[in-house]
């Protein structure tokens, strides 16, 4: 079975701190995605990564940054974390030459 | 992103079929996928078109007209549990997703 995981369900932190979202797929695969999920504004996508140190912007990539050091881990980073990303984020996978995409559960971020 | 547009809510009563439609722009068009969203939980795959027609599967259907940027998912013989957001998505190029806002569909006894 398929599966997405991401490190943290709930997250609540203070303006300026550094936060690190971390996502995990258990499926080899060589795409992976950060989203984040409004309400109003769907989802949104902050940034992709196609291949190990590889990555791109998405739409919205003012205030992230990313790693991925290794195929099955992608990381999300706040640098100094604003109120306005205050949002639930959607990490997902997906196989080249595939067509599905697999989500993680979410993290649903507060900043305060 | 490129413009995606579905109705943000729809209501229908349980036992009945709902059409949920969604409009794109046809420039660069690679596919279209329908996601299923409960409150609180993740995207879950519903169906994916890249050719003009009709997709079935199960109580869902998905159609697809390329040249008119216009795609619909069909829900029949609706049930309680189908409550939940519709997400309408667009691959243009390479694999990233471009998103509609959703469609809250509720359904009633």
């Known amino acids: 079975d398929v599966k997405v995981t991401q490190s943290s369900r709930y997250l609540v932190k203070r303006t300026g701190e550094k936060v690190f979202l971390e996502c995990v797929q258990d499926m080899d695969h060589e795409n992976m995605f950060w989203y984040r999920q409004d309400p109003g504004l769907g989802l949104r996508l902050i940034y992709f990564?196609?291949?190990?140190?590889?990555?791109e912007k998405g739409d919205i990539p003012e205030g992230y940054s990313v790693s991925r050091e290794k195929k099955e881990r992608f990381s999300l980073i706040l640098e100094s974390a604003s109120t306005n990303q205050t949002s639930m984020y959607l990490c997902?996978?997906?196989?080249?030459?595939?067509?599905?995409?697999?989500f993680g559960p979410g993290t649903r971020l507060t900043v305060t | 992103g490129q413009n995606i547009d579905q109705p943000t809510e729809m209501t229908a009563t349980e036992g009945a079929i709902v059409q949920i439609n969604c409009t794109y722009q046809?420039?660069?068009?690679?596919?279209l996928f329908w996601y299923q969203q409960h409150a609180g939980e993740a995207p879950t795959f519903l169906s994916y078109n890249v050719l003009d027609g009709l997709e079935e599967k199960g109580r869902f259907s998905s159609f697809l007209s390329r040249s008119k940027g216009y795609s619909y998912l069909l829900l029949k013989e609706l049930q309680m549990k189908d409550s939940a957001s519709y997400l309408c998505?667009?691959?243009?190029?390479?694999?990233?997703?471009?998103f509609g806002k959703g469609t809250s569909l509720l359904v009633t006894p």
């Open positions: 046809t420039s660069g068009f690679n596919g």
């Open positions: 990564s196609y291949d190990v140190k590889m990555k």
């Open positions: 997902a996978s997906h196989l080249a030459g595939a067509y599905e995409q697999y």
């Open positions: 998505a667009v691959s243009y190029s390479g694999y990233a997703l471009n």
